[in-house]
């Protein structure tokens, strides 16, 4: 069993991990979800060898109960004992995606599913740290566009934003081959759809001085896109709430400050969080946002 994250690195490590290990099923958590519920666990007891890719779940220890467990990821993390932890963070190094993790540790031939990881997590900012060569020999290689590499990451990343996690899951196995990822009508008219509602919520956002802010109401798992959008297009740090009906949420981006204190300060409240030194995501119960928004907010400010 490959349990990924929903999102392209996700979709693409989890591709490139089945090159190595096989075909075989694979699973993600409930959408929006950094942890799996009791329902998520009951389903993979059935599962002695369970492989983690691009999530650093809150409860992974659980899973060694009953399967020997094995983590490919890149995000801010502690070291899982029970399995085997494979994360640059752990030795101090920063990496854009978990498909570069894999693509190195399993010496996997450079394809698209390597630069679709990065430029999904990162964007065009891939082109500004040292990994854009690798961007670059896939390019020249391949004779493909960045521009190809963006639209394909929009693409699988709309199943999840859409909250569709069979056809997240279905990406999986069709995620090798680009030309059907920018073909896909299904995909297409999922981005169509998300693009005109995150430019409408994007205009609402509001530039207070070193911080541009959002509040938010969407059913869509979409803040992360807006707070991209709001951060790389205002050039500042971007902190959006998310009042959803059976939670809230919150998205810190910034392009220029480390703001991963944050994961731990949201943790000491009781909430589910994680993230990266540039981004940190939060789910809270419902009616709970407001008050760690508007307390994020004043120690940025």
Request: charge should be negative.
């Amino acid at each position: 069993m490959i349990l990924h994250h929903w999102d392209t690195d996700g979709i693409c490590s989890a591709s490139l991990l089945m090159d190595k290990y096989g075909k075989q099923e694979n699973f993600t958590p409930k959408i929006g979800n950094y942890f799996l519920d009791d329902e998520d666990l009951s389903a993979l007891r059935n599962y002695d060898r369970i492989i983690i890719t691009d999530m650093n779940l809150a409860n992974a220890r659980e899973l060694c109960d009953f399967a020997d467990v094995t983590i490919y990821d890149h995000h801010i993390a502690k070291r899982v004992e029970c399995a085997e932890h494979i994360n640059p963070y752990l030795d101090g190094k920063s990496y854009p995606s978990a498909t570069l993790v894999i693509y190195e540790k399993l010496e996997l031939p450079l394809d698209h599913r390597i630069i679709l990881g990065m430029v999904g997590d990162v964007g065009k900012k891939i082109l500004e740290r040292p990994e854009k060569e690798i961007v670059k020999r896939y390019l020249k290689k391949s004779g493909r566009s960045f521009e190809e590499m963006e639209s394909a990451a929009l693409l699988l990343d709309s199943s999840y934003k859409m909250f569709k996690r069979q056809e997240v899951l279905d990406n999986v196995f069709t995620a090798d081959d680009l030309d059907a990822i920018l073909n896909s009508e299904k995909l297409r008219k999922n981005q169509e759809t998300l693009e005109k509602e995150i430019e409408a919520l994007v205009s609402e956002a509001e530039d207070i001085g070193k911080l541009t802010v959002l509040k938010m109401r969407t059913e869509h798992h979409i803040i992360s896109a807006v707070a991209r959008e709001i951060a790389w297009g205002m050039g500042k740090t971007a902190l959006v709430l998310n009042e959803k009906s059976d939670r809230d949420e919150i998205y810190l981006r910034s392009p220029h400050t480390d703001v991963s204190k944050y994961i731990d300060l949201a943790k000491s409240r009781g909430y589910n969080a994680g993230g990266k030194k540039e981004v940190v995501g939060v789910v809270l119960p419902r009616g709970e946002g407001r008050r760690f928004f508007e307390e994020l907010r004043e120690d940025l400010s």
